[in-house]
């Protein structure tokens, strides 16, 4: 059974930095790209960013780009999003993801077959 399982989320003012993992099992962590999206109240979910298999290459949305970093470490079956000079408009619930693996875009939710239960980022003004 794949589990994904994201910490790190929290109340941060606004320019402040916080750093969300996600720890994966279940499943060969190296084979699979990984990604982050987000959603919003009243929105509908959004990608943030995303990485290949071998951490070498890294996608990300306009809207967080030069400010998030993800990585990861596959040694530890681990997935990060650094997260910096964040935004009040950055307040969503933050979900880990694990691509089905096959040829297909990183940036498209309907590519990604594993999903973690979410953390709460709030970042007041």
């Known amino acids: 059974q794949v589990q994904l399982v994201e910490s790190g989320g929290g109340l941060v003012q606004a320019g402040g930095s916080l750093r969300l993992s996600c720890a994966v099992s279940g499943r060969t962590f190296s084979d699979y790209p990984m990604g982050w999206f987000r959603q919003a109240p009243g929105k509908e979910p959004e990608f943030v960013a995303a990485i290949n298999r071998s951490g070498s290459n890294t996608y990300y949305a306009d809207s967080v780009k030069g400010r998030f970093t993800i990585s990861r470490d596959n040694a530890k079956n681990t997935v990060y999003l650094q997260m910096n000079s964040l935004k009040p408009e950055d307040t969503a619930v933050y979900y880990c993801?694990?691509?089905?693996?096959?040829?297909?875009?990183?940036?498209?939710?309907?590519?990604?077959?594993?999903w973690g239960q979410g953390t709460q980022v709030t970042v007041s003004s």
């Open positions: 993801a694990g691509h089905r693996g096959d040829v297909g875009s990183l940036t498209t939710k309907e590519m990604y077959n594993y």
